[in-house]
C-alpha cells in the first residue's frame, strides 16, 4: 500500500541537491522510499495520505554507534554528571554497561537515529539495541563520534534509497 507522508518542512539531507523543502512529502511503498519532494508533485495518486506537524526527516544513521555504546559512559541524569557521553572512570558492570547504552540508545533517538552501523560485541549493548527497534547494519569502528548525525564530524547521513517521479 502506498503512503504519502506531508510535513510543514522536509529535511531532504545535506549533500549536494538536498535541503529543505517546505510542505514537502515522502511516498512510501510499503517499506521503501519511492520519491521525496514538493506534496504537490507527488499528491495526486492512489497513496493513503498522513499528515505530520513539523519536521520530516530520513532515517539517519549514525556510524559512530561502536564507539558511542560499547566505550563511551552515558551517565544517569541523577548522578549529575552532564548529558554527553564521558569516557568511563574504570571497568563497567554488564548492568552498568547495559543501563548505559539504554540512555545512550534515547540520547540517539533524540537526534533523529534510525540506524546504527559498527560492530558491537558486548552482549548488554546487542540486547539494548536489538530492543530499542534501531536496524543495526554492518559497518566497521569509525572511532569517537557525536550523538548527532548531522553534525558535520559525523560523515554524510544515510538516506533511503528513492527515486524521483
Not at 11 to 32: I, K, P, Q, S
Amino acid at each position: 500500500m502506498l503512503t504519502l507522508h506531508r510535513a510543514r518542512l522536509l529535511h531532504t539531507g545535506t549533500g549536494a541537491g538536498t535541503g529543505t523543502v517546505e510542505d514537502g512529502a515522502v511516498l512510501v511503498d510499503g517499506a521503501t522510499v519511492t520519491a521525496i519532494g514538493p506534496f504537490d508533485e507527488l499528491a495526486g495518486g492512489p497513496a493513503r495520505i498522513r499528515e505530520w506537524p513539523g519536521l520530516l526527516v530520513p532515517g539517519l544513521l549514525n556510524r559512530h554507534a561502536a564507539w558511542l555504546l560499547e566505550t563511551a559512559y552515558h551517565p544517569d541524569p541523577r548522578e549529575e554528571r552532564g548529558d554527553r557521553p564521558l569516557l568511563p572512570d574504570g571497568d563497567l558492570t554488564d548492568e552498568q554497561r547495559g543501563g548505559s547504552a539504554r540512555r545512550g540508545l534515547q540520547r540517539l533517538l533524540a537526534h533523529g537515529t534510525t540506524a546504527l552501523a559498527g560492530p558491537l560485541h558486548r552482549t548488554p549493548v546487542r540486547t539494548a539495541v536489538t530492543r530499542s527497534g534501531l536496524r543495526h547494519l554492518p559497518g566497521p569502528d569509525t572511532g569517537p563520534g557525536p550523538l548527532d548525525p548531522l553534525d558535520p564530524r559525523a560523515g554524510a547521513p544515510w538516506r533511503p534509497p528513492c527515486t524521483g517521479r
